[in-house]
């Protein structure tokens, strides 16, 4: 059974830093990695999608990175701002086991004025 | 171009009643998947519909059902709501059934008291 992690539950950090997210899976037979945002009683808004093949991908100042050996991901987010500040989630979609996105509990990150 | 709509927005059940959520996909997109959010946790998969057929379920009973229109918008349905089952309902849609970038909906906020 997949199991995804997410370090650390809670981040705060003054606007402009750089910081990273992390995510751990247990299974390496990934079809994907997809990472969210969600802001408080919202849905999820996806951000990056990463699939088994690629490294890593980027949009604006999101980049995020696959180690799929390791069962490690990264989400860096450069020059934060409070806009930023939300609940990032992470999910895997296993190869192996269908078309079941499995989620960790996110990272509540607070970037302060 | 329209994203994943969902109603109602929020919800209010007494234990022991039955209640219907409803989901309507990105333009474009054929399959749907229900999750449960419960405060606090990441999204639990429920399941998924293709081709208005169940595709794959997860470790929820039989009290939690679905269908899928030939329009491919999706109804959830929960029968003799428990407690527990207050939480964030989200559906989620895709192009295909596995591998392709999934787009989640505002939610449904159901309480069952």
Known sequence: ?113 | DAGVTQSPTHLIKTRGQQVTLRCSPKSGHDTVSWYQQALGQGPQFIFQYYEEEERQRGNFPDRFSGHQFPNYSSELNVNALLLGDSALYLCASSLVPQGAEQYFGPGTRLTVT
């Open chain 1, 1 to 113: 059974k997949q199991e995804v992690t997410q370090i650390p539950a809670a981040l705060s950090v003054p606007e402009g830093e750089n910081l990273v997210l992390n995510c751990s899976f247990t299974d390496s037979a990934i079809y994907n990695l997809q990472w969210f945002r969600q802001d408080p009683g919202k849905g999820l808004t996806s951000l990056l999608l990463i699939q088994s093949s690629q490294r890593e991908q980027t949009s604006g100042r999101l980049n995020a990175s696959l180690d799929k050996s390791s069962g490690r991901s990264t989400l860096y987010i450069a020059a934060s701002q409070p806009g930023d500040s939300a609940t990032y989630l992470c999910a895997v979609m296993n190869s192996n086991s269908g078309y079941a996105l499995n989620f960790g509990k996110g990272t509540s990150l607070l970037v302060t004025p």
